[in-house]
């Protein structure tokens, strides 16, 4: 016989169907037309569970976008996630970036249709427009660590072949300075603002939601635009 829920599973259970009719109903009514009377129906539970769990409408909207970034519950940033810890620890430049370009891909299959819920009413509510400052702050302090990652890991592939062509030719001494280990002279800060821009859900929702790419076209044009703007 199966052994009764414990209280503290029935209230998981719980929080997860809020969420889960909060992230239905947000993504296809929008923030004004998805109500907390709505989504308690949706769950098949009282408006004020949905109040007493989560407090306002607003944190009800910002721990879904949490959990469709996060992909789970688990209250790990980012940066802490293997999928993160993996792209810093990617020893090849390009295999980054392409690391980064899928990365992107899945939480943004799982996080674009919220993310446009917070962007679109974001210039009418105040409350709103906060949540999506922080969520571009967040996004971007990610992407700059990348990009420190990045930089030190083309500078080290630069060094190396300085130092290889200097052997080869003969000469003795240390080799000349390289220039800037990215395109263009980019550092990591300017770096980290093509991979905000690029892996944005803003050109996501361009070319797949709107122009009908597929998710896995998308993550190979990124891995590859980012190649070509940023390595040498």
Known sequence: MT???????????????MLDAAARLFVERGWTGATVEDIARAAEVGV???YFTFGTKRALLGEVLDTAIAGDADPA????????????????????LARQAAGARR?????????????????????????????????????????HALTAKAAETALTAETALTVKAGETGA?????????????ARSAADIMFTVLGPETYGLLVTTQGWSPDRWEHWAADLLTRQLLP
């Open 3 to 17: 052994a009764p829920l414990t209280r503290a599973e029935k209230t998981r259970r719980t929080r997860r169907r």
């Open 48 to 50: 004020q569970t949905v």
């Open 77 to 96: 940033a980012t940066l802490d996630r293997p999928w993160a810890r993996e792209v810093v620890a990617e020893p090849a430049p390009a295999a980054q």
């Open 107 to 147: 939480v943004l299959e799982r996080a674009a249709p919220v993310l446009e819920v917070v962007r679109t009413a974001a210039t009418a509510e105040p409350e709103l427009a906060a949540l999506w400052r922080t969520n571009l702050e967040q996004r971007h302090t990610v992407q700059l660590h990348f990009a």
């Open 175 to 187: 080799p000349d300075e390289p220039g800037g280990p990215l395109r263009d002279g980019h550092d």
